[in-house]
């Protein structure tokens, strides 16, 4: 068991539901396609699936999918889009758990990487990963660049969602890079706000870069976002890509 914070029932029955906008066929188009160009006429294995938002239709897009995920309940919610046969899960943890077969993809999206709370975790998914990949195939990770540039001195919260059903602001303990996501959302027309938190550890590109250099991967790509737009210093999020070598 890592340190990464299981999902609930009830948590997992509200997923799909809160992350609406984030699997719509506008969204995730580009996600696929950039997905399933990697992939070619290889498996892919994602790492921390959930309730399968990009990794159902990724198998409707042609590409034979596996995935590891911590959380039963939220496999018990994918089971509802797509059986065993067609979608192998196995519950673990995506820093050491194993499946069996060699993918040409494995993927870890929406910042969940930093759902593994250490240093040391982080780096055992990326050498998990490696384990998994055929030579030449590629692991990807879609990540947040750390908004450390908005903390003037002495402030520890970044606010990073302000609308009329949501309020989401990030705090930071700068010395162990762990943040801590702060959730409020009203919950139904009384006016009730329900307040979720959890804990995340940030990384750098660069650390991350490092992470694979011990996994014995090697740098190909890193964008900005799905679409391919260069990354640069003012990016709030990128994607990268390693290689592992033939």
Known sequence: MTSSELWTHETAERYDAEE???????????????????????????????????????????????????????????RRKADEEVLPVVVGDMATTVVPGTFSLVYLVYNTISNLLTQDEQ???????????????????????????????????????????????????LVEQILVSHHFTRDGDDGHYRRDNSR??????????????????????????????PFTQDSVKHISVWRKPA
């Open 200 to 229: 995340h550890r940030y990384a750098w590109p660069a650390e991350l870069d490092l992470m694979a250099r011990i996994a014995g991967l090697e740098p190909e790509r890193r964008v900005a976002d799905w679409d391919g737009a």
């Open 123 to 173: 780096v055992e998914c990326f050498r998990n990963a490696a384990r998994h990949l055929a030579p030449g195939g590629r692991f990807v990770i879609e990540l947040g660049v750390p908004p450390l540039r908005f903390l003037p001195p002495g402030q520890v919260a970044v606010p990073f969602d302000v609308s009329e059903n949501h309020l989401g602001f990030d705090t930071f303990d």
């Open 20 to 78: 609406s906008e984030m699997s719509s066929a506008a969204a995730l188009g580009p996600t696929l396609a950039f997905l399933a160009e990697l992939a070619g006429d290889g498996k892919a294995l994602e790492f921390a699936i959930g309730t399968g938002r990009v990794g159902v239709p990724l198998r409707e897009h042609g590409v034979p999918v596996v995935g590891i995920e911590l959380s039963e309940h939220m496999v018990a919610v994918l």
